[in-house]
């Protein structure tokens, strides 16, 4: 089994939901700046596209962040078929498009953070959005550890992929 949290450049949205899958993050605690500094490929100018491996949960489960631009969904259908041809089961990945979760200031801040006279401007609306947009990440999480589980009370896993967290904010 593998999840991927997905988001805009892979160094954000997506490193803080695969840290806290991961264990790194405290759900019950806000982390600082000097904290997301410290993990892989946070705020990293690694560039657009790309996915990047972060570790196994206790389960065992592979988590990676996935860079996908601004077409989250051409990357998860590239994945999708990528599966289909090399013969992989149905629904072995649960794609967490987490940019669509968080909010408009923190994709400014991460945009902002891709420009060398805007990194300043960015990181504060990084630190200033990540207090509304923690417990997403948070429920985000949750939602996927269930559904790595098994757990009855999760949405049922669509083909090849299971696409959950899509709904446009």
Not at 36 to 45: Q, R, W
Not at 81 to 88: P, V, W
Not at 122 to 140: H, Q
Request: with cysteine; aromatic share 10%.
């Amino acid at each position: 089994m593998m999840v991927i949290y997905a988001c805009f450049s892979g160094t954000h949205a997506g490193v803080i939901a695969a840290a806290l899958h991961l264990g790194w993050l405290t759900p019950a605690h806000l982390p600082d700046w000097r904290q997301l500094k410290k993990l892989p490929h946070f705020d990293a100018p690694e560039g657009q596209g790309g996915l990047r491996y972060l570790g196994r949960d206790s389960a065992g489960t592979s988590v990676y962040t996935a860079a996908v631009g601004h077409d989250g969904e051409a990357a998860r259908r590239a994945v999708a078929t990528f599966l289909r041809i090399m013969g992989r089961e149905q629904g072995e990945i649960i794609w967490v498009d987490v940019s669509r979760r968080v909010s408009l200031l923190w994709r400014l801040g991460g945009f902002c953070r891709r420009y060398p006279h805007l990194a300043a401007p960015g990181r504060w609306l990084l630190c200033w959005s990540l207090r509304r947009d923690y417990p997403t990440m948070v429920a985000l999480v949750k939602e996927s550890r269930r559904q790595v589980a098994g757990d009855p009370g999760s949405p049922a896993p669509a083909p090849m992929i299971r696409t959950r967290f899509q709904a446009k904010t």
